[in-house]
């Protein structure tokens, strides 16, 4: 086995950072950023044409540059866009060989992931219109409207305009804390879609910076590579591509997720709770893991004081739910809202695609049954989806109680309660998977489960469209999407080729 290489930029000065990243930008090391920095550029230019463009965008329109989205402009954009896609992921597949060959450290993976980051940071946002949505969403706020009472469609203005027809109606789903942002965010632009979805991805950012903070520390604990995390749960063209080009709230949630496991694993229990709290009031499914920690601050409690399992889960489990308690009603209090936001949670439900195990199944039922018995897909898929739940529901319990016993049995359990969660929901959509991705990736580090990551990575990346669609009933875009995951796969799995050449003997004459 190869080892990681050193991570030595604990104790560098800025100064010695910012020399050290230069070296890096023209070194060999660098080639895979240079290569997923131009990809990200091609994904910035195309954006322009055939990302989740506006309905109408006078800042094209004043440029001039409003053919883009149009005839040829439009296949131009598209063709742009896939190429940097495809470049990104190559960039991603070499930088993969390179830490399963133990050739890639920390350093290596955070300036990568600056590079690539750079150019994403101006682009529209692609493979979703959800930032449009979150903007109309803050406005209900800060016009003094409830956003989880009533829609978008209830307070006209300019931002409505963007928003996909089927949120218009749809109340927020999300925490406290998001809305907050969200309201803030257009109290600074106003109406301004722009300088709103601009400001919007820099809000994100906390939560990139804390992923790249937490991820390592949770691979030092198990005793795994921080590189390889960061190379599943970072640099993972899913996560910078939909989660950064696309603004996804899961961003924010995810990297306060994972600082929070991270934080209470190394027994910053209280400061732990609060982070991961802070996650749940940006998006609930960060709650998944808060009944893990309970195991944890006990086992804690039990090596440092000496108290019997009952009442160190006892106190554990109450101090957890008193801190999640307190800074939810702080959050709630400075937001002035409700718990409203937990009834709009089933809003997904308008989603249908095969990215889940109930729409999947209703959908192949549907259509080996149809022209036998006529039954409607409608029905069918209430069914199933209601069989989805059903399993969540018997499933997360029994995975809490089986993964008890340590702290990797804890990271464990999280990962596979939002596995269950992610498959046997109503809907899902791509971004989802960075959920388990973010606890999985000090646990996944072989080379058979880094090349499985790289696969489905790879077909949940490209089964996406640019403007927020997906290709899943086309079996055109479904045979590419799998054809490009089984070449991922594959330059994972197999082993590099020794060179045997200095062993053999010379040739005489």
């Known amino acids: 086995m190869t080892t990681p290489v050193a991570d030595t930029t604990t104790k560098e000065s800025v100064g010695q950072r910012l020399s050290r990243l230069r070296a890096f930008a023209t070194s060999p090391a660098g080639g895979p950023a240079r290569l997923g920095f131009v990809g990200a550029v091609l994904i910035t230019a195309g954006g322009l044409g055939a990302g989740s463009t506006r309905q109408h965008d006078p800042l094209l329109e004043s440029t001039h540059l409003s053919w883009l989205r149009f005839g040829h402009g439009l296949v131009l954009g598209s063709i742009l866009l896939w190429l940097g896609v495809g470049l990104m992921l190559i960039a991603w597949l070499q930088l993969g060989r390179r830490c399963l060959a133990g050739e890639s450290s920390e350093f290596t993976m955070r300036a990568t992931t600056a590079f690539w980051l750079a150019p994403l940071l101006l682009s529209v946002p692609v493979f979703s219109r959800d930032t449009y ?185 109450l101090a957890s739910l008193v801190i999640c308690v307190a800074v939810f009603a702080v959050l709630s209090l400075v937001a002035g809202v409700g718990l409203g936001w937990l009834t709009a949670l089933a809003g997904s439900v308008k989603i249908i695609n095969w990215l889940t195990v109930p729409t999947a199944a209703a959908n192949l039922i549907h259509a080996l049954t149809s022209s036998f018995f006529g039954v409607q897909f409608y029905t069918v898929l209430r069914i199933t989806r209601l069989i989805g739940i059903l399993v969540i529901l018997v499933s997360l319990p029994l995975l809490w109680w089986r993964f008890r016993r340590d702290d990797r049995a804890a990271l464990t359990g999280i990962v596979a309660a939002m596995l269950i969660v992610v498959l046997f929901v109503p809907a899902a959509l791509p971004w989802y998977y960075s959920w388990p991705l973010a606890v999985l990736a ?68």
């Not at 016009?143 to 218009?168: F, R």
């Not at 390889?228 to 749960?233: N, S, T």
């Not at 999407?481 to 594959?490: N, Q």
């Open 133 to 317: 949505s979150y903007l109309a969403q803050g406005a209900l706020l800060r016009d003094g409207l409830d956003p989880y009472a009533v829609g978008p469609v209830g307070n006209p203005n300019p931002l409505l305009d963007d928003v996909s027809p089927i949120w218009t109606i749809t109340t927020a789903p999300y925490g406290p804390a998001f809305i907050l942002v969200a309201k803030l965010v257009t109290m600074l632009v106003g109406n301004n879609v722009v300088a709103g979805t601009m400001l919007l991805r820099l809000c994100m950012l906390p939560g990139l910076a804390l992923l790249i903070w937490a991820a390592p520390r949770l691979a030092h604990h198990l005793g795994t590579d921080g590189a390889k995390a960061l190379w599943i749960c970072v640099l993972n063209p899913l996560v910078l591509i939909h989660l950064m080009g696309g603004v996804h709230n899961e961003m924010l949630m995810v990297g306060l997720m994972t600082a929070g496991i991270a934080l209470t694993l190394q027994r910053h229990h209280v400061a732990g709770i609060t982070v991961l709290t802070i996650a749940i009031a940006v998006k609930a499914t960060a709650g998944l893991a808060l009944p893990f920690l309970f195991w944890v601050w006990m086992r804690h409690l039990r090596e440092d004081r000496g108290w019997r399992t009952v009442r160190a889960f006892l106190v554990a489990a």
């Open 442 to 509: 000090p646990l996944a580090q072989s080379r058979r489960a880094m090349a499985a990551i790289a696969g489905f990575s790879t077909w949940i990346m490209v089964i996406f469209k640019p403007d927020g669609s997906h290709g899943m009933y086309s079996w055109l875009h479904v045979g590419l999407a799998t054809a490009f995951a089984a070449v991922a796969w594959y330059s994972l799995r197999r082993e590099p080729v020794a060179d045997t050449t200095a062993d053999q003997p010379a040739n005489k004459p």
